[in-house]
């Protein structure tokens, strides 16, 4: 069983917290959270399961659920790497693979110490921007809803019925606007439910997010695959750094990397540096450095200047990458606002449409 040399409790006591309800960044302030009390109980060597669960204490529900599964782990014997591999929720695939490979080489503490204080604010305005974007879209799309339908119900009819009496032909446009409200009553309104309803389903049982990331997103976008080498060449270089072997670094890479595509690649430079090859020219085969990256990197004269050469080449890499994202998020909102506005001017043409006829008739 656990110990508690600090006598804290371990259940709550009362229904107040200090941690809000609802605040920007809950999940990665949470995470921070959980790394400062690793890296506490690795500093002091104290365990770290009643600090979780006082933690868990300060959260709603589902996430103090999570915490408290955390701890669980941990006192069943897992190590702290194997009990944060299966809650992926607590921490992202990044840091969990930097702790897997600092357990690997023996630099758990200094690693808790890093991860605890990192602030990736640039990364986080770039994930929540597209949500946001996305979050305006909907809440526009069912107000629009609401007065496509009202124009539909009492609208519409009222037009048709003045036509009919002037005996005037109905136009083209506003024709084709009525027909696509019905279609879009009969036909999408439900399809549109019955999908909501299966993505939800998915969210909950198969985390399709989490399997984009670790299995599609790297095969697609090549900004993905330069961010993710990134990562690498950040962890390869405190392995140079220290002068320690670089197949066991590998072989830590490619036995516990998250995304499927990319640990292939290291499993192709694992076998090849057991073959007497040069590991950055492997990389660069496998397109993870590019051959004037590798050559240079190849080229350098001791382990510092190439763990310097490998640290700004990852720093370099994941601005790139990063750039490129921002520019896809930039552009998700204007996009998004063009195509509504599309609908919106083809609905207004084709009610617009039928006053000029109207007008002339009459006078």
């Not at 770290?48 to 408290?68: D, F, V, Y």
């Not at 840091?95 to 200094?110: N, Y």
């Not at 985390?207 to 962890?235: D, M, N, Y």
Request: with cysteine.
């Amino acid at each position: 069983m656990s110990q508690n040399p600090y006598n804290l409790r371990q259940t709550p006591v009362s229904s107040w917290r200090i941690t809000a309800w609802w605040r920007f960044g809950g999940k990665a302030s949470r995470g921070r959270s959980i790394l400062r009390i690793f890296a506490l109980a690795e500093r002091e060597s104290i365990s770290p399961i009643p600090l979780l669960r006082c933690l868990a204490n300060e959260h709603s529900s589902a996430s103090a659920a999570k915490i408290h599964r955390l701890a669980d782990l941990l006192d069943s014997g897992d190590s702290v790497d194997q009990a944060l591999e299966q809650m992926p929720e607590l921490l992202t695939d990044e840091q969990v693979l930097k702790l897997r490979f600092a357990t690997e080489s023996g630099s758990l503490s200094s690693a808790f110490a890093t991860l605890s204080n990192e602030r990736d604010d640039a990364s986080a305005e770039l994930y929540i921007r597209p949500i946001q974007s996305l979050f305006y879209c909907f809440v526009v799309c069912n107000f629009c809803l609401w007065i496509f339908s009202l124009l539909l119900t009492f609208i519409a009819p009222t037009f048709k019925e003045m036509y009919e009496e002037f005996g005037l032909e109905l136009p083209p446009m506003f024709i084709a606007v009525v027909h696509a409200g019905d279609v879009l009553a009969g036909f999408v309104l439900p399809a549109a439910g019955a999908l909501l309803l299966l993505t939800v389903l998915m969210i909950w049982v198969i985390r399709p997010i989490r399997l984009l990331r670790r299995f599609v997103l790297s095969r697609i976008s090549p900004s993905v695959t330069r961010l993710r080498s990134a990562k690498i060449l950040s962890l390869l270089s405190e392995t140079v750094r220290e002068g320690k072997p670089l197949a066991g670094a590998f072989s830590t890479l490619a036995r516990y990397h998250y995304d499927s595509h990319i640990r292939g690649k290291l499993l192709f430079v694992r076998n090849e540096i057991e073959q007497g090859a040069d590991p950055w020219l492997s990389m660069a085969k496998v397109r993870l450095l590019s051959a004037n990256e590798a050559d240079s990197i190849a080229r350098a004269t001791d382990n510092d200047l190439r763990a310097w050469l490998l640290e700004q080449l990852a720093c370099k890499k994941e601005l790139k990458s990063q750039s490129r994202f921002a520019f896809v998020a930039v552009c998700v909102h204007p996009i998004l606002i063009l195509i509504m506005a599309f609908f919106v001017a083809c609905i207004s043409i084709g009610f617009f449409s039928i006053l000029p006829n109207l007008i002339t008739s009459l006078a």
